[in-house]
Every structure is written in C-alpha cells, then in structure tokens.
C-alpha cells in the first residue's frame, strides 16, 4: 500500500494523546519520512504539536457530539479531505459520535475503532498497548513492536537560557487535572508533603515548578517557595514544558499529563500514584525511559471511578505515601 497523507483522530486528555503518539515514527519509518501526518483533536491538547515537525496539520474539535450540519470545525476537516483526499485515516476513538466524521471524511482506507473489529488480548494492559491495536494493521511487526509514544517540543537548549535553569534540575509537578474540581482530588498528595519535599530537594538540586492557567489558588498554597526555586506554574506554552521536561533530570507528579509527557520524553519520572491503576493508565515504560510507581498498594487500590472510591472519605492510599520514601526514591536514583 503506497500511502503519501494520514489523518489520525485522538481527541481526549493531553495523556490520551500522548499515548497515540506513537503512531507517528511507526508511520514515518513504514512510509518514508516525507509522509503527511494530520491530527483531529481537542483544541489544548493539539498544541503538543506547535513545535512538532512531524505533523503538518492539527484540526481542533471542541465538541466532538455536535452534528456535522452543526459544526464548523467538522465540516473544515471534511473540505479538507475532499480537497485533499488522505491515504489513510487511522481512527482512536472508540465513541459512537465520531461514526459521522469518520464517513464523511475523504481517505482510500480507514482503520481503527469503529472501523475494525479490535479484540484486546486479556495479556495487554497499558493504555498506550490497547491505544496501537489501532494501526497495527497498516505498519510491519518489526515496527509495530518498537513503536513508542514520542513527543517534540522546544528545543531544551533554548528553554534553558530563556527561563535561567541549571544543567541539572528536577521538576515539580503537583496538580492534576482534577485540581479544579469541586470534588475530593482522589490523586492528590498532602500540599504539607509537597511542601516538604522542594525543601529537601532544593537544598541539593535546582528545583523547577511548573503547573497549568487558572491554577493559582492551588499553587499559593505551597508557597512561599525555598531561596532557588524556579516558578514555571502558568509561564509557559505547552510546547516550552515539553522543552523543559525534556531538559530535566526527572520529573516527579501524581497521576497527570505531565507524567506521561516525560515518560515519552525517556525524562526520569516518579509518579505517586493510589486510586488508579498504575500497570494500565500510569506514565508507560519502554525500554529507554524509567519510571518509578511509588504507591502503598493498599488492598482497596486502584479504586477509581468505583464505589469503593465514592465511599473513600480519607485518601488513605495518597495519605500514606510519605515524604521520606518519595525522597530516598529520588536519592537511590543517583539524582542528587
């Protein structure tokens, strides 16, 4: 199969389309690398892909369930196709509303959920292993196997003189996406912890904090930070964090986007990690990254989206993580 263009639809959470990244080198060293990666996906997350030479085109989709007749947004993908019929259309989404979409579009072949018939194998249980079930049809074994999530951002080297970082930091990274919500933050760790650990950390390593908009109230709360720190929190676009995670030493979070980013960057992370299910949503190993799971392991976890997890008034499994264990972690990885 001779394939020139491919239009790929991942919409979803920044960690979602980190995942199927890994779509990209596959396609690129199956095809050449002069072939023509477009994406559709959420308007946030798509600008991973600013500073991204491998993709040529990122079409945003807000509402993913408003009819074509309604949407702007669809109808230009769709125009798009006609005017530039794809090779190939690789789909990730498994919901019932991207049917439309993916009809209406312009390509000689289109593969993936809701086109094929993917069986998961009871064996498989990382999300970026389900996520490539989607093109393996369409890319050599040999590939398919060493096929990884990869992201590019600005170049570390600029990132470095533009924002003062030493040769050697590691990143800070406290919130999640559930930081907003009026609701308990199950993947959470204690803000006294956190507070605790950039003390420890800073007094031997740069210590560098980043965090999204609108997450100020979060923030002041751990404030005010040690002599040295350095405060990203809201500063940068999300190509500039991809540029300063790659520059990092490591990078230690909850169970965020952040994670994976720096999974798929081969940047050291540690993840705290209770309710949810590390082995199949947390940052995901290959064999040129390392990631540490620091969880308790406690016999209720994972709990998440479970009754168990409504009924959990404590926290327990983030509560019991403590500060010295997550910082001997980071000692014993020869960081500091």
């Not at 196709?81 to 919901?95: A, Q, T, V």
């Not at 999640?176 to 803000?191: C, F, G, P, T, V």
């Not at 999204?212 to 940068?236: H, M, N, Q, R, S």
Request: charged content about 25%.
């Amino acid at each position: 199969m001779s394939v020139k263009s491919v239009l790929i639809i991942r919409c979803g959470a920044l960690g979602d389309l980190v995942y199927a990244t890994s779509v990209i080198d596959a396609l690129k060293l199956e095809y050449g690398q002069d072939t023509i990666i477009d994406f559709v996906s959420t308007p946030g997350s798509g600008t991973i892909f600013n500073a991204d030479t491998r993709v040529h085109k990122v079409f945003p989709l807000k509402h993913k369930k408003i009819p074509i007749i309604l949407s702007n947004e669809k109808k230009e993908i769709i125009k798009y196709s006609k005017e530039n019929p794809y090779d190939l259309l690789i789909n990730f989404e498994y919901g019932k509303q991207f049917k439309t979409l993916i009809d209406a579009v312009v390509a000689k072949k289109k593969v993936g959920a809701l086109i094929d018939e993917i069986i998961i194998p009871k064996e498989m249980h990382h999300m970026v292993e389900i996520t490539k079930l989607a093109f393996k049809n369409v890319v050599s074994k040999e590939i398919y196997d060493k096929s990884y999530p990869k992201i590019v951002g600005t170049p570390k080297t600029e990132i470095e003189e533009k924002y003062n970082l030493d040769k050697n930091y590691i990143i800070i990274s406290p919130s999640n996406s559930h930081q907003k919500r009026n609701i308990l933050n199950y993947r959470a760790w204690e803000d006294e912890k956190w507070k605790e650990l950039i003390s420890l950390l800073s007094k031997e390593i740069q210590v560098v904090m980043v965090g999204g908009k609108g997450e100020d109230i979060f923030f002041t709360k751990l404030k005010p930070y040690p002599d040295g720190v350095v405060d990203l929190v809201a500063k940068t676009s999300l190509s500039e964090l991809i540029g300063v995670i790659d520059g990092a030493d490591a990078l230690v979070s909850t169970d965020t986007g952040t994670a994976h980013m720096a999974a798929a960057l081969n940047t050291e992370v540690f993840a705290l990690i209770g309710p949810t299910p590390a082995e199949h949503t947390g940052p995901y190993q290959t064999p040129y990254n390392k990631v540490h799971i620091i969880s308790k392991n406690l016999e209720c976890s994972p709990c998440y989206k479970t009754e168990v997890m409504k009924n959990c008034k404590d926290n327990i499994c983030m509560k019991l993580i403590n500060v010295k264990e997550v910082y001997d972690c980071i000692k014993s990885a020869k960081l500091l």
